[in-house]
């Protein structure tokens, strides 16, 4: 599978609404879903947009494929940044579950693979801007929701 050319992947696309105080609007394409919990997706992000404000609860590997993907560490505890950084095409990264943080694409959006290891059916959390949970990415929901399609 070409994941720089691919009009057979399905995208679900997210936008912000007048709660967040930020531009969101990305997209995700499920590539692959594996019993044991691994995920394979790939996420675009449109021109210095956003993502929601997450913490990942799963192992993640990520490669950035195409643009820039601009990253905003988080301290959990205190909501300070801990650092900035633009990761380019090319460039790889692996986090050990409990990483927050803020990404947006840069001036021509990214493109980039992420490829998690559940833990305990988890993925990520989706947070308000005081670092609650306002929302979760479960591993048993998206699997259900690809047998659902295939029934």
């Not at 399905?10 to 930020?22: A, H, I, L, M, T």
């Not at 799963?58 to 950084?85: F, M, N, R, Y």
């Not at 693979?113 to 059916?121: E, M």
């Amino acid at each position: 599978m070409n994941l720089l050319d691919n009009d057979n992947l399905k995208w679900r696309r997210f936008v912000g609404d007048d709660s967040f105080d930020y531009p969101i609007d990305y997209e995700a394409a499920l590539l692959s879903l594996r019993e044991g919990g691994h995920v394979d997706l790939l996420y675009r992000w449109a021109p210095n947009s956003y993502c929601h404000f997450h913490r990942h609860t799963a192992e993640t590997t990520s490669v950035v494929l195409a643009g820039e993907l601009h990253v905003v560490d988080i301290d959990p505890e205190t909501g300070e940044t801990l650092s900035k950084k633009i990761r380019k095409a090319g460039d790889y990264a692996h986090k050990e579950p409990g990483d927050v943080h803020m990404e947006h694409g840069g001036p021509e959006g990214a493109l980039v693979l992420f490829k998690l290891k559940a833990v305990d059916n988890s993925l990520a959390e989706s947070l308000a801007k005081d670092g609650t949970v306002i929302g979760e990415s479960c591993f048993d929901d998206m699997m259900a929701r690809q047998r659902a399609k295939h029934d």
